[in-house]
T-cell receptor, first 116, second 111 residues
Framework: NAGVMQNPRHLVRRRGQEARLRCSPMKGHSHVYWYRQLPEEGLKFMVY????????ESGMPKERFSAEFPKEGPSILRIQQVVRGDSAAYFCASSPSSGALSYEQYFGPGTRLTVT | SQQGEEDPQALSIQEGENATMNCSYK?????LQWYRQNSGRGLVHLILIRSNEREKHSGRLRVTLDTSKKSSSLLITASRAADTASYFC???????????FGRGTSLIVHP
């Protein structure tokens, strides 16, 4: 049973370009969470999705950031018109049920975004 | 401010010694979890402890929870060089399913 997959592992974008990060949850998991981690910091919650639904996006910046989890295919975190401050590691986690910490989350290896 | 805050920020010990990390939080919680993160990798779940539990063990790991003090501790006994990593606590406040992570404790175990 493959774990949570994220790609790409590393992404370099110039300011103003778009960054698209993908996350495939573990088999059988229908809940996906995205987090951002800055160096020497903990993870900051961004968005919680179920298939075809955004459940909570309270941690996501209102502009330039969007997320989706379509019926088929991976979850996508999209950052438009990237700026240097978007440089961070972005982690995806999945779980088989809601109530995020009622069931442990399984994390992917992360995508390291560098904006030059 | 952060719901969970780990202490100390960094810990350096010799192999074979015990390592203790603490986590404090502010509001009532349903659960508290500890995760490990190796450099450049994703987080790995270690232990979940529910608010009505006081202590849990998993191998060389021992977690305690004191809800009256709003604190938890993670003890790693007989540490190994492979335990070198950052350790995070994550809490979900009552009424919220959004986990909040602390800044972590960076543990270095010298061989």
């Amino acid at each position: 049973n493959a774990g949570v997959m994220q790609n790409p592992r590393h992404l370099v974008r110039r300011r103003g370009q778009e960054a698209r990060l993908r996350c495939s949850p573990m088999k059988g998991h229908s809940h996906v969470y995205w987090y951002r981690q800055l160096p020497e910091e903990g993870l900051k919650f961004m968005v919680y999705l179920q298939k075809e639904n955004i459940i909570d996006e309270s941690g996501m910046p209102k502009e330039r950031f969007s997320a989706e989890f379509p019926k088929e295919g991976p979850s996508i975190l999209r950052i438009q018109q990237v700026v240097r401050g978007d440089s961070a590691a972005y982690f995806c986690a999945s779980s088989p049920s809601s109530g995020a910490l009622s069931y442990e989350q399984y994390f992917g290896p992360g995508t390291r975004l560098t904006v030059t | 401010s952060q719901q969970g805050e780990e202490d100390p920020q960094a810990l350096s010990i010799q192999e074979g010694e015990n390592a203790t990390m603490n986590c404090s939080y502010k509001t009532s919680i349903n659960n508290l979890q500890w995760y490990r993160q190796n450099s450049g990798r994703g987080l790995v779940h270690l232990i979940l402890i529910r608010s009505n539990e006081r202590e849990k063990h998993s191998g060389r790991l021992r977690v305690t929870l004191d809800t009256s003090k709003k604190s938890s501790s993670l003890l790693i006994t007989a540490s190994r060089a492979a335990d070198t990593a950052s350790y995070f606590c994550a809490t979900d406040a009552r009424g919220s399913y959004i986990p909040t992570f602390g800044r972590g404790t960076s543990l270095i175990v010298h061989p």
